[in-house]
């Protein structure tokens, strides 16, 4: 069964950019994230795994937001800095009781991230915390010295500063950052925002705890009090279906799952017209960035794993659910500026499945592989002309898509179609006379495809053929659930 779409890209609606930032990362201390996930335990001794770091690298990760989360609101840094064998153990009080060792502290995060080309989103402790260790945390990671922070790191063996700029003063707040009203978090915020001071020139880039989904009332309250010093602030938004007590399965959904998931993705562009909303009255000048600093799908957790550690497969559905929110996200570019997808390894959404030494690549790993030519390029409207998918008297559009225009001249559109049975005959118009096209896809056979350790490549990109049909023009069948990428020079 088929039908038809048209797709046309305009020229740029301005000097808006789609930035790196919107392709983040966020790894938490939660479940098998960090221990077991990035560091690993070969042979006695705990070290970052090479088959994740260089998979990482391939989808050219911009930053990654750690240490949570709701572990950010209970943790000490300094226990994690110093020789591994003198670190106290913890517990993680707040992600299933389990006790850590603290071997994955500043310095092995910061490895990690310099070692991707990447930058660090370090979120602070508000919740149960003090200003002055915030602001000592700062001063370790950016004061070249002398100066005693300065001296505790070279101390421990990093002689230069990290030049850490993204600074997260508290997580969620509103809830397991301690449960405050707005008011009383925006004066907080005040404070300790006011004890990050610049250093040799180096400024903070302040970000404050966000709000949850649709509260609106968050936003508008920490705005009007604390717009002044706030950088970029924090949304956090989860996709799901059912409700936070009973949530579907991330595998064996019927139809009408599948439906309700992604129409709830697609509502992400409603959220964010409500929010941005509220920061043009408070910041008409645009300066301070909309973070959308937590995001992806959330099902129940999988049969025989500990429900705090969210481990959850990860299907078709996910990356097509993935690449209508990079769309949105994408066509707000204007404000919104950086993104987190919720996890990195092993929870949530995640990037990576690890079982001992053996590593897969998720379905949504090789979305965010076919949106790499949008990072930093020039956002492009685009006007999307598709018939809608019905079932059980919910509608939403067919088609998603987003795209942008590089340095080099070269186009970059990536679409999705939702419907898991209709293929749709799609013709696309570019602006100028482009005629060479290459393009890769991402499909499966079934809903809810996904790639297993017996079968790690089940779900994988593809080469995808695009017929030319006049200068800057191009028609192709676009699969029934299936993500496209194509590239126009």
Request: hydrophobic share 40%; proline share 5%; charged share 25%.
């Amino acid at each position: 069964m088929k039908s038809s779409a048209r797709i046309l890209v305009h020229e740029s609606r301005g000097d808006e950019v789609i930035s790196r930032h919107l392709y983040g990362h966020f790894a938490e201390h939660l479940g098998r994230g960090i221990y077991d996930g990035i560091w690993f335990r070969r042979d006695g001794k705990w070290e970052l795994r090479e088959d994740i770091v260089e998979a990482l690298r391939r989808i050219r990760v911009p930053n990654i937001r750690w240490p949570g989360g709701c572990f950010a609101d209970g943790y000490d840094w300094k226990d994690g800095v110093g020789p591994l064998d003198s670190r106290p153990a913890i517990v993680n009080s707040i992600w299933a009781g389990v006790t850590e060792d603290n071997s994955f502290g500043t310095h092995e995060f910061m490895d990690l991230v310099e070692r991707l080309g990447a930058e660090a989103v370090i979120v602070g402790n508000v919740g149960s915390g003090t200003v002055r260790e915030m602001a000592e945390w700062w001063r370790y990671m950016n004061h070249p010295g002398p100066g005693p922070m300065a001296d505790l790191r070279k101390s421990n063996g990093r002689e230069k500063p990290w030049n850490v700029r993204f600074w997260g003063v508290g997580n969620e707040n509103w809830g397991c950052g301690g449960n405050m009203r707005p008011a009383y978090y925006a004066d907080l915020y005040k404070r300790f925002a006011s004890f990050l001071h610049p250093i040799d020139g180096h400024w903070p880039f302040r970000i404050a705890a966000g709000p949850a989904g649709d509260n609106y009332d968050w936003m508008e309250v920490v705005l009007r009090e604390a717009a002044k010093q706030i950088d970029g602030i924090d949304l956090h938004h989860y996709t799901l279906v059912g409700n936070w007590s009973k949530k579907g399965a991330a595998t064996g959904f019927p139809e009408s799952e599948w439906m309700e998931l992604l129409g709830k993705a697609y509502d992400l562009d409603g959220l964010l017209r409500h929010h941005i909303a509220i920061m043009d009255r408070y910041d008409p000048e645009k300066r301070i960035w909309l973070i959308l600093g937590e995001w992806g799908t959330w099902h129940e957790v999988e049969a025989g794993t500990h429900r705090g550690f969210l481990h959850q497969q990860n299907t078709l559905r996910d990356a097509i659910a993935a690449s209508i929110s990079l769309n949105i996200l994408n066509c707000h570019a204007g404000r919104v500026k950086m993104a987190n997808i919720a996890q990195t390894v092993n929870v949530l959404q995640a990037m990576v499945l690890t079982r001992g030494e053996e590593m897969l690549l998720t379905p949504t790993y090789h979305v965010f592989d076919l949106y790499t030519p949008h990072h930093d390029a020039r956002l492009m409207s685009t006007s999307v002309r598709a018939p809608s998918y019905t079932l059980d008297g919910q509608t939403i559009p067919s088609v998603s898509a987003s795209a942008s225009k590089a340095d080099d001249g070269s186009f970059h559109l990536t679409l999705c179609n939702v419907h898991p049975h209709v293929s749709i005959d799609t013709s696309v118009e570019f602006p100028s006379e482009v005629s060479d096209y290459t393009a890769r896809i991402l499909t499966g056979p079934e809903m809810d495809s996904r790639n297993t350790f017996e079968d790690p490549d089940a779900v994988r990109l593809e080469e995808f053929s695009i017929e030319a049909a006049g200068t800057g023009s191009a028609t192709f069948l676009l699969p029934a659930r299936s993500v496209v990428a194509i590239t126009a020079r």
